[in-house]
């Protein structure tokens, strides 16, 4: 019997091009035996939440580099909530200053990674906060 | 719970159909009481497989065919099956990259599973998957697979039409006939055909093709594609149409349904038998055991296999 995999979309919304920091981590979550889900460059909050969706995924992972996630990281969480996907774990990264990330979490993203952190503690705090 | 998603997924719900598709995938009862009902509603989606080497433009090409099919009002689901690492059991599954603009079309639905661990570049639970969405009422199912060399026959087992997607550059002719990969090809597309050595490669699939002693009433066509700038997509369309009329025409396409339900069905039985002995013969640590004695030559491996098989059937 297979066990259940976790699944994670992970998506870069906005308007900037930078997807490195999110092929680190989809490789980092490969490799931690995740189905990792690449969205592609340049998502709307409404792509990125039918994606999770349809894919059925556990996790929605973003990341953004363009100064905007105050607005998209909780439209995304919203829009999840409206299409009765509340139980799916948002988590974001990226250049994220220290004083948006209360915000960030009073709206629903789970935790916030910024540049430096280490690949395993993204992987670990999945692990143990993904409802499977 | 899952009669309930059943219904909802029948309705078109997005969700549950996913839902649905992981059961499947993880292989959780629910999956087979969900197929059980959905059974009697399969039959009307036509099967579309495509394979072809990595990079060769199956997603791209997918991407554009389903626009190409949507301006006709069909509603497709695609299946985008991608390999699992056999080290981690992970995956990265990133064929969504090059669909983004369908994703919020209400009439298509994408899927990106990984193989986990099956041979044949399909993953055990497509054939699940295309069942759950033929009863779900779409009009095609598109199982796009990287394919290299023999492991596309699996699609075969699994698609009405199969397109072998082929790009020119990628070695001499000999590489055609190593892959395996004319048997199964009901049309053949050469894709980024604006590139340099697109007519030496038609050549040589058209002979390949012809030296085919396989050869029916179908003449697998060659179509000519340049999936970015939509060139050739209307052809293949039509194609994927005519291909369609053919195997209703000829009665093929009940034959090759019938043959395929034998392999599903002896593929279930097979993996239901297994589990069953596995199961009786480690408890307690037997089945081990038995291994060990094999390996210290105390017994040889097909006096065991005997035995248990004996076993468990008297």
């Not at chain 2, 044949?120 to 998957?129: D, R, V, Y």
């Not at chain 2, 082929?166 to 009901?186: C, Y």
């Not at chain 2, 369309?237 to 090759?256: E, F, P």
Request: aromatic fraction near 4%.
């Amino acid at each position: 019997m297979t066990e259940k995999r976790i699944r994670v979309l992970v998506a870069k919304p906005g308007l900037d091009g930078h997807d490195r920091g999110a092929k680190v981590i989809a490789r980092a979550l490969r490799d931690a035996g995740m189905e990792v889900i690449y969205s592609g460059l340049r998502q709307t909050p409404e792509q990125i939440v039918a994606a999770a969706l349809q894919e059925d995924v556990d996790v929605v992972a973003m990341s953004i580099l363009s100064g905007a996630h105050n607005h998209l990281f909780p439209k995304v969480v919203e829009l999840l909530k409206e299409n009765n996907a509340g139980d799916i774990l948002v988590i974001g990264g990226g250049v994220i200053p220290d004083m948006d990330i209360p915000f960030l979490k009073e709206n629903g993203i789970a935790e916030i990674f910024t540049p430096g952190t280490p690949t395993a503690t993204t992987v670990e705090f999945i692990k143990n906060n993904v409802k499977v | 719970m899952e009669m309930e998603f059943v219904e909802k997924a029948r309705a078109g719900d997005m969700r549950a159909i996913a839902k649905l598709i992981s059961y499947a995938e993880n292989e959780a009862p629910e999956a087979v009481e969900a197929l059980q009902k959905l059974y009697p509603y399969t039959g009307n989606a036509q099967i579309v497989g495509i394979t072809g080497p990595p990079g060769s433009g199956k997603s791209t090409l997918t991407d554009k065919l389903v626009k190409e099919l949507r301006k006709k009002g069909k509603t497709i689901a695609v299946l985008a099956v991608d390999p699992t690492s056999p080290f981690t059991g992970g995956a990265i599954l990133g064929d969504r990259v090059r669909m983004s603009d369908l994703t919020l079309d209400p009439g298509v639905y994408i899927r990106s599973m990984g193989t986990r661990g099956r041979l044949g570049g399909l993953s055990k639970a497509t054939s699940f998957a295309v069942k759950i969405l033929d009863a779900c009422g779409f009009d095609y199912i598109f199982i796009e697979t990287v394919g290299v060399g023999q492991s596309e026959v699996d699609i075969v087992k699994t698609a009405d039409t199969t397109l072998v997607v082929t790009v020119p550059g990628l070695g001499d002719d000999i590489q055609a006939i190593k892959a395996g990969i004319l048997e199964i090809g009901d049309i053949f597309i050469v894709n980024k055909a604006d590139r340099d050595g697109t007519d030496r490669l038609v050549l040589e699939l058209e002979m390949m093709l012809d030296l085919n002693p396989q050869k029916g009433e179908w003449i697998p066509p060659i179509l000519l594609t340049v999936a970015p700038q939509n060139q050739g997509i209307a052809e293949l369309a039509a194609a994927i149409g005519r291909h369609s009329d053919y195997l209703t025409r000829t009665g093929l396409l009940q034959s090759r349904r019938k043959e395929r339900l034998e392999t599903e069905i002896i593929d279930m039985l097979i993996n239901k038998t297994t589990q069953h002995i596995i199961r009786r013969q480690s408890e307690g640590g037997r089945f081990e055991r038995e291994i060990l004695r094999v390996l210290n030559k105390e017994i040889d491996p097909y006096t065991l296999v005997t035995a248990i098989f004996e076993e468990t059937f008297k």
